[in-house]
């Protein structure tokens, strides 16, 4: 079995937290545990047509975020993390500034991990809660 920090070792090493949408999005990872994600996301070029943070946004960085955490936990046992569901609660707007994201986990099993994820905006004021749940699956190629 891997430790949490070669697991985390290993992540950070591959990059795979700087490529794809993440990457486009803006979005800065500055904590990864097996307890706790940390990252933020800039609201300018995320936001709908009226100039408010997109929710669509506020689910990537969501969605990043539980997935990082699912996939630390994962790599534990030699899986992948593959998201299965996502819902989120929008409370209020975001025009401008970051705002950041904490996932923490509420079940991390050997084949669900599911996590929790606060957005706040720059005054501390939650944005949106997410949830979001990742089946453990084999690594691919066995």
Request: overall charge negative; some cysteine; proline content about 3%.
């Amino acid at each position: 079995m891997t430790t949490d920090a070669e697991a985390l070792r290993a992540m950070l090493d591959s990059g795979a937290l700087q490529r794809g949408l993440s990457e486009r999005m803006g979005i800065e990872i500055t904590e990864v545990s097996t307890e706790r994600v940390v990252g933020r996301m800039p609201v300018e070029g995320n936001v709908q047509p009226f100039g408010l943070l997109h929710g669509g946004a506020s689910c990537v960085l969501a969605e990043s975020l539980g997935s990082v955490g699912a996939t630390a936990h994962a790599a534990r046992f030699g899986m992948v993390a593959v998201g299965i569901e996502i819902n989120a609660t929008h409370h209020r707007s975001a025009t401008g500034g970051y705002v950041t994201g904490v996932a923490t986990p509420v079940h991390l099993g050997r084949t669900l991990a599911t996590w929790e994820i606060a957005i706040t905006d720059e005054e501390g004021r939650k944005v949106c809660t997410s949830r979001l749940t990742c089946m453990l699956r084999e690594m691919p190629g066995g």
